[in-house]
T-cell receptor
Framework: NAGVTQTPKFRILKIGQSMTLQCAQDMNHNYMYWYRQDPGMGLKLIYY???????DKGEVPNGYNVSRSTTEDFPLRLELAAPSQTSVYFC????????????FGPGTRLTVL | GIQVEQSPPDLILQEGANSTLRCNFS?????LQWFHQNPWGQLINLFY???GTKQNGRLSATTVATERYSLLYISSSQTTDSGVYFCAVPTTDSWGKLQFGAGTQVVVTP
């Protein structure tokens, strides 16, 4: 198993540009999550999904959108990038909720200039 | 929402030393996870430990759920133990969302 994979690893955007961060898992996990980590801070939840076709907002959803058309993929869309979205983005997945380990991808380092 | 506090915020160790990291949480939880973020940014799950004690090599963790804290022990520290250690607990509204602490930055010097 590849586990949780994320692309790209690094990206620089100009203010106002848009992009999609890709996340995929091959563990047949139902639950998937997007977090952001600002320098020197813990992780904050952006969006999550409990299965294909079902998504919901986390703690910091503004400026982002998600979709979950398949169990494997959970892309995160940034519209109109702003400097405040400079961060490291982590995707995670788990088979169930509350009683299961979350597995994290390697992260995407995004800089908005 | 649930609050997660970690201490100390920073820790400098000489190689071979032992240390204890603490995680306090403000509400009852049914699971707790410890993660290590290495200097390259990769998050590695160390323990899933809702209660009791677990050991994995030189690392062990204990969670006392009734008193709302967990401890992570690093014994005979090595330079590869450097990084940030996070604890995380589920948010009170379920669905597996995790609330992370701010982390403990550990530097192990040769």
């Amino acid at each position: 198993n590849a586990g949780v994979t994320q692309t790209p690893k690094f990206r620089i955007l100009k203010i106002g540009q848009s992009m999609t961060l890709q996340c995929a898992q091959d563990m047949n996990h139902n639950y998937m999550y997007w977090y952001r980590q600002d320098p020197g801070m813990g992780l904050k939840l952006i969006y999550y999904s409990v299965g294909a076709g079902i998504t919901d907002k986390g703690e910091v959803p503004n400026g982002y959108n998600v979709s979950r058309s398949t169990t494997e993929d959970f892309p995160l869309r940034l519209e109109l990038a702003a400097p405040s979205q400079t961060s490291v983005y982590f995707c995670a997945s788990s088979y169930t909720h509350n009683s299961d380990t979350q597995y994290f991808g390697p992260g995407t380092r995004l800089t908005v200039l | 929402g649930i609050q997660v506090e970690q201490s100390p915020p920073d820790l400098i160790l000489q190689e071979g030393a032992n240390s204890t990291l603490r995680c306090n949480f403000s509400d009852s939880v049914n699971n707790l996870q410890w993660f290590h973020q290495n200097p390259w940014g990769q998050l590695i799950n160390l323990f899933y430990i809702p209660s009791g004690t677990k050991q994995n090599g030189r690392l062990s963790a204990t969670t006392v759920a009734t008193e709302r804290y967990s401890l992570l022990y690093i014994s005979s520290s090595q330079t590869t133990d450097s990084g940030v250690y996070f604890c995380a607990v589920p948010t009170t509204d379920s669905w597996g969302k995790l609330q992370f602490g701010a982390g403990t930055q550990v530097v192990v010097t040769p």
